[in-house]
């Protein structure tokens, strides 16, 4: 005899999920809830190399968070190609325990300086913003410049003949934007690593470096580079005698250091905001991480997603409207 086979009635079926419900968290609540996280070592992916204020504040933090979760947090520094390594790096990976720690510098600039970019910004979804990073001008100690504005009478005297150096994509961008407004005529050096920069400026091999604070500060407190001007809408502590640009008179060099901590766009806001809070409480509860921060040229800026996302896209408008000044579309 051949066998029919019929469908589920609304009684066996409802039978069913009494049975799976009955089986308690074995089934239905290990269906409905998400993995403990960490459940294995983190990675951080940093844009910049060791000696930078992100890698500065990436250490302080692995240490107290690895305690916190009772999993290693692993640092690995991949600096290079205006940032775009690390980035895709962490976009390949595809994992929810590999996240991205940089300045948000090193990419909001990317749509208006390269073709092909191998991520899309949703790519990067915001988990925590960590510090404000205080970016400087600096010269070699042998520079006849003093202040920004003797900087400028030097590139006017030698039109071409003097050159610099700056390494995240943003604050490059906005220099060479702040150039061309001003018809300034200065050769860039690439350079993969941010130290690298800081030494040849002592050596005067560059006449002048936009970075940030942590990387010039050994040089600057050597005596061997001097600090003109910040380009940060605020002074920093480390340094309060030197001033903003726009308290130099050239606000449209002003964009705000943002380092932050960036995770794939799978991750769940729920896990996003527990990851931000735990890093406030290490970051409030041990005065030592303030006072690094400070000492070397950052400011103690935690927050969650929300204020970290809208931070990033405040600063990608900033670009977009210094693009727009000189001309320039995005790319893609």
């Not at 051949?2 to 039978?15: E, M, N």
């Not at 990419?107 to 205080?134: G, K």
Request: glycine content about 8%.
């Amino acid at each position: 005899m051949r066998r029919v086979h019929r469908p589920l009635s609304a009684v066996s079926f409802g039978v069913l999920i009494a049975i799976a419900l009955s089986a308690g968290p074995s089934w239905a609540q290990t269906q409905a809830q998400p993995q403990a996280w960490p459940a294995r070592s983190v990675r951080f992916i940093l844009t910049l190399g060791p000696g930078s204020g992100t890698d500065i504040g990436a250490r302080l933090l692995s240490d107290r968070l690895a305690k916190k979760w009772n999993q290693s947090v692993v640092i690995e520094n991949k600096p290079g190609g205006d940032g775009i390594v690390a980035i895709a790096a962490f976009v390949g990976a595809k994992d929810d325990h590999v996240l991205l720690m940089s300045p948000t510098s090193a990419f909001t600039a990317h749509p208006f300086l390269h073709d092909n970019l191998p991520y899309r910004p949703e790519d990067l979804a915001p988990i925590a913003r960590v510090s404000n990073t205080f970016v400087g001008i600096t010269v070699p100690s042998a520079s006849p410049a003093n202040s920004l504005d003797e900087l400028i009478a030097l590139l006017r005297a030698k039109p071409g003949e003097l050159n610099w150096a700056g390494v995240t994509g943003a604050n490059a961008f906005m220099f060479e934007a702040w150039l061309n407004a001003n018809k300034l005529d200065m050769k860039k050096v690439p350079y993969r690593n941010a130290v690298d920069a800081a030494r040849d400026l002592a050596e005067n091999r560059v006449q002048m470096y936009e970075s940030a604070v942590a990387i010039a500060q050994p040089q600057i407190e050597a005596g061997k580079i001097k600090l003109l001007a910040l380009l940060n809408s605020v002074r920093t502590p480390a340094y309060p005698d030197i001033p903003t640009v726009a308290q130099a008179g050239h606000p449209g060099l002003t964009i705000d250091g943002l380092v932050g901590l960036c995770g794939p766009p799978t991750m769940p806001m729920a896990l996003r905001e527990r990851i931000a809070a735990d890093i406030k409480e290490v970051m409030e509860s041990d005065p030592i991480i303030k006072d690094r921060l400070t000492r070397t040229g950052q400011a103690f800026n935690p927050g969650g997603p929300a204020e970290f996302g809208a931070s990033t896209e405040a600063q990608r408008a900033q670009v977009a409207a210094a693009a727009t000044a000189i001309g320039l579309q995005a790319k893609q």
